[in-house]
C-alpha cells in the first residue's frame, strides 16, 4: 500500500523509473511518448544532458541559502535574464516554487501595490470564468473552474467574473470576430463600471487558456482591448503564462503576440521545465517602484523562493531554448503537428475543434459537430481518452468537467520542443487509436 495521498485514492498511479527524451519507462518495463509533456511542463524532454549538468554544478557549490540572509547568482542571472528578454520594463523578478505560489504572490503584489499608492479600497480581482489559475486558496478563488472551486467555495474571496474569450463556442453564428470581441469588451467595461473602477485591483487572465478548456487563443485584438480598458479605469493587467509562457506558444511569453504589455507576469512549469519545482512572476518597474518608495518591502516570501538548484535548472533551460532556436521549432513543429491532426482528424465526427499556438494544442470533443453539442459528463470520456491513449504507449492531457457552466471533454498536447516530426506523427497516430477506442468502449 501506497503511503503518498495519491490523485485517485482508489487506484495507484503507474510508478515511473526512468525518463529520457520524450520517453518515460514505468517499473514493468512500458514505454510513453510523453505528448503533453506532463501537464505542458517538459519542453526540452527529460534528461537534457545540458540541464543536469548545470544542476550538477550546483549542486556541488550551493544547495540553498536562504534569502532572509543571501541572494545566489544562479537567481540573480535567471532573473535578469527573464527581464531582459522581456519588452518594456517588465523588469522585475520574483522568484517562488510553482505556478499556484506564483499567482498568490502576483495576486498579493498587485494589492500592496494600490496600499502602497493610498489606495486601500482596491480589494477585489476581476476574473473569467473559464480560468485555472492553481490550486491554493487565493489562486483559486480567481479561478473559475467549478469543479475545483466548488468544495472550497466558501473559503474563497468573492470575484466578480467575465465571460472567457472561447470563439468557437460563443461566438453567434450572425457575429463577426470583431462583433464578438466587442461584445466580450463591453461586458468586461460593465462589471467594472457595476464593481466601481476605484475598488478593483486588476483583471486577471490566461493569454492562452490551457487546462480548463485546452488551448483557447484570444482572438485578434481582444488583449490590446483589455489593456485599454484598465489604463482608462486604472486596472492592473495580470496574465497568468504558467502554462502558455516560457515559448509553448513559439515567443518567450505568449503575450508577446498580442501588442500589448501587461503589469504582471505569471510563470511556472516550463520555466523549470520539470527539471526542479519553480515559478516566477514579472513585474513592471513602477510596481516594484512604489513598494520600494513606500514600505520599502513586498510583504511576502516562501522558504524555498530563489531556490539555487531551481534557479540554475531553469538558467539551463532558457539558454537551451535560445542557443537551438526552439521558439523557432516550436513554431515550426507546432504548425506541423496542427497540420497532422487536421489530416488526421478534421473529418472526425467527434473532434469538433483543433486550435491552439505553437506547441500548446487542443482537440475539442463534440457528441455532434453541427450543434457542438458535448458529450455526457457520466460518460467521462476525457478519462476514457487518457487510459486508452497510456494503454497504446502514449501521454495526452484530458480534460473535462464543467466549463463555464457547461461540460466538455478536451485533449490538449503539449510536447516536448524537441519533438521530431516522427515522434509528431507517432503521436498523432497513437491519438487516433486511442481516440477510437475510447469511442466504441463508450456506450
Ligand atoms: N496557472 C495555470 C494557467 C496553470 O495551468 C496551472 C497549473 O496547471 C497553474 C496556474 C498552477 O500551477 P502549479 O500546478 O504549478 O501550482
Keep these: 500500500m501506497s503511503h503518498i495521498i495519491h490523485r485517485n485514492l482508489r487506484r495507484a498511479p503507474r510508478l515511473a523509473v526512468r525518463a529520457a527524451g520524450l520517453t518515460v519507462t514505468d517499473s ?49 542571472e535567471l532573473a535578469s535574464r527573464l527581464a531582459g528578454d522581456a519588452p518594456g ?3 522585475h523578478v520574483y522568484l517562488v516554487s510553482g505556478g499556484s505560489e506564483a499567482m498568490e504572490t502576483a495576486l498579493k503584489l498587485a494589492r500592496q501595490y494600490w496600499l502602497e499608492r493610498g489606495q486601500p479600497q482596491r480589494t477585489t480581482f476581476i476574473a473569467r470564468r473559464q480560468s485555472y489559475h492553481g490550486n491554493t486558496l487565493g489562486a483559486l478563488a480567481v479561478g473559475g473552474n ?37 461584445r466580450l469588451l463591453h461586458e468586461l467595461e460593465q462589471i467594472i463600471l457595476a464593481t466601481g473602477p476605484e475598488n478593483v485591483i486588476g483583471f486577471v487572465a490566461e493569454t492562452v487558456v490551457g487546462a480548463t478548456a485546452g488551448a ?39 503575450f508577446e503576440q498580442e501588442g500589448m504589455l501587461p503589469d504582471l507576469v505569471v510563470l511556472g512549469k516550463g520555466l523549470g521545465a520539470g527539471y526542479q519545482p519553480i515559478g516566477a512572476v514579472l513585474a513592471r518597474t513602477p510596481i516594484v517602484a512604489a513598494l520600494r518608495e513606500g514600505s520599502g518591502a513586498f510583504q511576502h516570501g516562501h522558504t524555498y523562493m530563489g531556490h539555487p538548484v531551481a534557479a540554475a535548472a531553469a538558467l539551463a533551460v532558457q ?43 487542443g482537440l475539442e470533443l463534440v457528441a455532434d459537430r453541427a450543434t457542438k453539442k458535448p ?6 470520456l476525457h478519462a476514457a481518452i487518457k487510459e486508452a491513449a497510456m494503454a497504446r504507449g502514449l501521454m495526452v492531457y484530458p ?13 490538449l498536447l503539449a510536447p516536448p520542443f524537441i519533438a521530431s516530426e516522427a515522434e509528431l506523427a507517432e503521436i498523432t497516430s497513437r491519438l487516433a487509436d486511442a481516440l477510437q477506442a475510447a469511442l466504441t468502449s463508450s456506450p
Excluded at 514493468?28 to 554544478?57: C, I, K, N, Q, W
Excluded at 482591448?225 to 479605469?233: E, G, H
Aim: hydrophobic fraction near 40%; include cysteine; charge should be negative.
Design 28 to 76: 514493468e518495463g512500458r514505454h510513453y511518448l510523453d505528448a503533453s509533456g506532463g501537464a505542458a511542463v517538459s519542453s526540452l524532454g527529460h534528461a537534457h544532458p545540458e540541464v543536469l549538468a548545470a544542476m550538477h554544478a550546483q549542486i556541488e557549490r550551493n544547495t540553498y541559502a536562504h534569502t532572509a540572509f543571501f541572494t545566489c547568482e544562479a537567481a540573480e
Design 375 to 380: 458529450f455526457d459528463p457520466a460518460l467521462a
Design 216 to 254: 483557447v487563443p484570444p482572438t485578434p485584438g481582444y488583449f490590446r482591448a483589455v489593456r485599454k480598458l484598465c489604463d482608462q479605469y486604472g486596472l492592473l493587467l495580470i496574465l497568468d503564462e504558467v502554462m502558455c509562457g516560457m515559448g509553448r506558444c513559439g515567443t518567450l511569453y505568449a
Design 399 to 411: 480534460m473535462g468537467g464543467t466549463i463555464d457552466g457547461r461540460h466538455g471533454d478536451h485533449i
Design 319 to 361: 539558454k537551451v531554448i535560445q542557443r537551438d532556436n526552439l521558439l523557432g521549432a516550436v513554431t515550426t513543429r507546432g504548425a506541423a503537428l496542427r497540420r497532422m491532426l487536421r489530416t488526421a482528424f478534421s473529418n472526425h465526427p467527434q473532434v469538433g475543434d483543433i486550435r491552439g499556438r505553437g506547441l500548446l494544442i
Design 146 to 182: 467549478e469543479w475545483r472551486r466548488a468544495p472550497f467555495a466558501p473559503l474563497l474571496i468573492d470575484v466578480p467574473r467575465v465571460s472567457p474569450c472561447y470563439e468557437y463556442r460563443d461566438r453567434a453564428d450572425d457575429e463577426t470576430g470583431d462583433g464578438y470581441t466587442a
Design 89 to 91: 520594463d517588465l523588469d
